[in-house]
């Protein structure tokens, strides 16, 4: 079955910490891959995403993630969290580049930030 | 350009009823699609309109029902409300059905 688990429900990390959000994914084709972020009261934003080739992708904000075939994985990182950062994240998988109506989503990852 | 615009913000309805909710697209955006939001399912597409037509699905029941207006401004129903339709219900407009969506702050509906 296809499906996207985020292990952290919430991670708590200190303000210049580095950040790393984990993303798995079941899925039985190519795999297209998105990160999205939702402050409180905000809608979602798109932060990142993957298509193909260099598995390393850059995104807004700071943000980078990893494509890891072999661990069927896309991990979320920043290597200093600032305060805004602070917010729902939710890791995506989907079937096409840019058709976002088939996408699977995860439950989501909570994430605090200490001052 | 303003984003995407959804009212109201937050819904108390009971059972039984019914609820519109409106959402209004970034200027020029033909697509607008909606999601609704719950902590134990994550996001569900609803469905998706494209120039006053119903273009993409998902799995809901009829209650759940929408439409576009010529403006591409777009409102969805929810009749014969049910405790579990308690929900943030999300809107999000694109040029294109394959272009990248940006979202509204989405509508608090609460179920009494």
């Known amino acids: 079955a296809q499906s996207v688990t985020q292990p952290d429900i919430h991670i708590t990390v200190s303000e210049g910490a580095s950040l790393e959000l984990r993303c798995n994914y079941s899925?039985?084709?190519?795999?297209?891959l998105f990160w999205y972020v939702q402050s409180p009261g905000q809608g979602l934003q798109l932060l990142l995403k993957y298509f193909s080739g260099d598995t390393l992708v850059q995104g807004i904000k700071g943000f980078e993630a990893e494509f890891k075939r072999s661990q069927s994985s896309f991990n979320l990182r920043k290597p200093s969290v600032h305060w805004s950062d602070a917010a729902e994240y939710f890791c995506?998988?989907?079937?096409?580049?840019?058709?976002?109506?088939?996408?699977?989503w995860g439950l989501g990852t909570s994430l605090a930030v200490n001052p | 350009k303003a984003g995407v615009t959804q009212t109201p913000r937050y819904l108390i309805k009971t059972r039984g009823q019914q609820v519109t909710l409106s959402c209004s697209p970034i200027?020029?955006?033909?697509?607008v699609s909606w999601y609704q939001q719950t902590p134990g399912q994550g996001l569900q597409f609803l469905f998706e309109y494209f120039s006053e037509t119903q273009r993409n699905k998902g799995n809901f029941p009829g209650r759940f029902s929408g439409r576009q207006f010529s403006n591409s401004r777009s409102e969805m129903n929810v009749s014969t409300l049910e405790l579990g339709d308690s929900a943030l219900y999300l809107c999000?407009?694109?040029?294109?059905?394959?272009?990248?969506?940006?979202f509204g702050p989405g509508t608090r509906l609460t179920v009494l």
């Open positions: 899925y039985g084709a190519t795999p297209y």
């Open positions: 200027s020029g955006h033909r697509s």
């Open positions: 999000a407009s694109s040029f294109e059905t394959e272009d990248t969506q940006y």
């Open positions: 995506a998988v989907g079937a096409s580049a840019g058709n976002n109506r088939k996408l699977i």
